[in-house]
């Protein structure tokens, strides 16, 4: 095969670390050992298996720092799930050390429960010791030895799983480390994206550079092997060369999913209403533009793409709910209701419930005078100030006070100029959702309501004078 200049993996890898902006060589400062010793040094570090692609990564690495004069450090995650992984943690240690590479190693456990699959939990387990790692030697770039096979075989499973335009993206040259949502982790490099594989087998071969074999690579269970080893042989025998426009496919995706979100920052400013969207301006979008938003701003919180079967079937709910209807959608890590026009984002814990509070009246609290008394079955405090309008102290001392839950067809009076209506109405004039409700406790002297939190005081209860006091609530923080 004959290689141009522009693909040689020497090249190559120059070209994309002489566009990366310096700051991000970076040495981030922490309380490790390298911080000591090279804290006065830009830096990057390299994921480094022992295998043929990561070893022609490392030497290239070294021959750039050395360059460059850059801090170059080696980090090795042992998985425990092959025989032979103490071997390849010792040839990994003494490559390194035989070209005066500093190195670092982990051990980590999966958790064969964790039901994620081997692939899916080594893989999260890798990257997590991987960003151990960067944070304690300080390094702010991490490179692995991703290359354009891999590439390739990354679109055909995603082709083959339905995905959209953000799955036949495929890898970007320079991001963020998959399943890190801090903000402040190390990026993640992958500067052999446009060499093949057979360039970097040439290369290790050209300059006799020892590596290990992963014999799991051959196993054709892993879906990922099985492209490699049984679907990409035969598209190169009708395709030769098939991965390379493959990739460049990734790199049109890539462009098309950025537009995407462009397009998606428009639609939420228009349809956002502070942390909230508008699911009435939504519904004006049309269907693709409605779904690239919701994937937008469940993106934004971090959320795992949904599939499209539960994106439809989200969006009709959504859409076809009546004003009054309480549509709740369950997501891994978060719940996605509908208030009203209002679509909201709640986290699992904070979703709330009916459920969750005493149906049953709480007490007799006695009131003392002290400005707090705590509600833990509510998650909350009442407040007790005193001030020139509110119930009298004395009044309120003597008597027996209960909390008590939600009730929507009590009536209930906040001014003297204002009708008596249903705490239902009170609370949607608020636009307090129903779950939020639930949340909010009554306050009763005897069967007598005093106060709704959220609400306000009963105004038949309510006078201007001395010793008045004032009632609130406030949850826990």
């Known amino acids: 095969m004959t290689e141009t200049k522009a693909h040689h993996p020497v090249f190559e890898f120059e070209r994309v670390l002489e566009s990366v902006p310096a700051r991000v060589f970076a040495f981030r400062p922490s309380a490790g050992m390298a911080s000591e010793a090279y804290a006065d040094r830009p830096g990057m570090a390299v994921a480094f298996s022992g295998g043929l692609d990561s070893t022609a990564l490392l030497d290239l690495a070294h021959a750039y720092a050395l360059e460059k ?3 170059l450090i080696a980090f090795h995650v042992h998985h ?22 500093a190195f670092d190693a982990r051990r980590v456990m999966l958790d064969p429960d964790s039901g994620e699959g081997t692939e899916a939990a080594a893989r999260r387990a890798r990257y997590a010791a991987l960003v151990e790692m960067c944070t304690l030697h300080g390094m702010n770039l ?3 030895a991703h290359h354009e096979d891999d590439q390739a075989e990354t679109v055909l499973l995603q082709l083959m799983r339905g995905a959209g335009v953000a799955g036949l993206s495929g890898m970007e040259v320079l991001g963020v480390i998959p399943g890190v949502e801090d903000e402040e982790a190390p990026q993640l490099l992958r500067p052999l994206l446009a060499v093949s594989r057979a360039s970097l087998e040439s290369l290790v071969q050209e300059r006799r550079l020892a590596y290990v074999e992963d014999d799991s690579n051959t196993d054709p269970r892993y879906a990922r092997n099985a492209i490699r080893l049984k679907v990409a042989p035969v598209l190169s025998g009708f395709f030769p060369g098939f991965e390379s426009r493959v990739s460049r496919s990734a790199q049109h995706m890539q462009s098309a999913g950025r537009l995407l979100n462009e397009l998606a920052e428009m639609d939420w400013e228009t349809c956002r209403d502070g942390d909230t969207l508008n699911i009435i301006r939504m519904s004006e979008l049309g269907h693709d533009r409605f779904d690239n938003l919701f994937r937008f701003w469940l993106d934004a919180h971090g959320l795992r793409m949904p599939s499209t079967a539960w994106l439809n079937e989200a969006r009709t709910q959504l859409l076809d709910a009546r004003e009054d209807a309480q549509v709740r959608l369950d997501m891994e890590g978060a719940v996605i209701r509908r208030y009203q026009d209002q679509l909201i984002f709640q986290e699992p814990e904070k979703a709330g ?3 969750e509070v005493p149906r049953e009246r709480q007490g007799p609290i006695v009131w003392q005078g002290e400005p707090r008394i705590s509600v833990p079955a509510f998650g909350g405090e009442l407040l007790f100030e005193y001030a020139s309008e509110g119930l009298d102290a004395d009044w309120l001392r003597a008597r027996p006070l209960y909390v008590g839950a939600y009730h929507g067809r009590l009536m209930f009076k906040t001014s003297p100029n204002r009708p008596t209506k249903s705490l239902k109405a009170h ?3 608020r636009r307090v959702p129903a779950w939020e409700r639930q949340r909010l406790p009554l306050l009763y002297a005897d069967d007598r309501l005093l106060f709704a939190a959220g609400v306000g005081m009963a105004a038949e209860d309510v006078a201007k004078g001395d010793n008045r006091v004032w009632i609130g609530w406030v949850p826990f923080p």
């Open 427 to 429: 609370y949607q004039e």
């Open 353 to 355: 419930g009916a459920e």
């Open 142 to 144: 991490l490179l692995t």
């Open 80 to 101: 425990g799930l092959n025989a032979k992984a103490d071997a390849w943690l010792d040839h990994c240690r003494d490559f390194c050390r035989a070209r005066e590479i």
């Open 69 to 71: 004069g850059l801090f």
